[in-house]
């Protein structure tokens, strides 16, 4: 059984910061992939960052604002976001793939975590 859970969304101004979390709660598995999405209501889900062991991908849109990383011993991922403008408004996803004997490879989503950002 997997279970992902992400947090730290909020409220903050344009030009603050908020650091989201991902956790991966389970047994013997193995996360491949961690990733964030984000998603405006009545809008396509857009991936904003991922990260594996040996690299990580931005959108553009977040290049150099954003950064992902993740602490496996913890079995967390981060999504450290700076520099936030009203267009990063959205609900966010952290996406997780991950592996176990039983189901082998799959894609688990966290429940989403609201970022709101002021004018």
């Known amino acids: 059984q997997v279970q992902v859970v992400d947090s730290g969304g909020g409220l903050v101004r344009t030009g603050g910061s908020l650091k989201l979390s991902c956790e991966v709660f389970?047994?013997?598995?193995?996360?491949?992939?961690v990733a964030w999405y984000r998603q405006v209501a009545g809008g396509q889900r857009e991936l904003v960052a991922k990260i594996t062991g040996d690299y990580t991908n931005y959108a553009d849109s977040v290049k150099g604002r954003f950064a992902i990383s993740r602490d496996d011993a913890r079995k967390m991922a981060f999504l450290q976001m700076n520099n936030l403008k009203p267009e990063d408004t959205a609900t966010y996803y952290c996406e997780a793939n991950v592996w176990t004997a039983v189901t082998g490879s799959r894609d688990y989503w966290g429940q989403g975590t609201q970022v709101t950002v002021s004018s």
């Open positions: 389970g047994t013997n598995f193995i996360c491949n992939v």
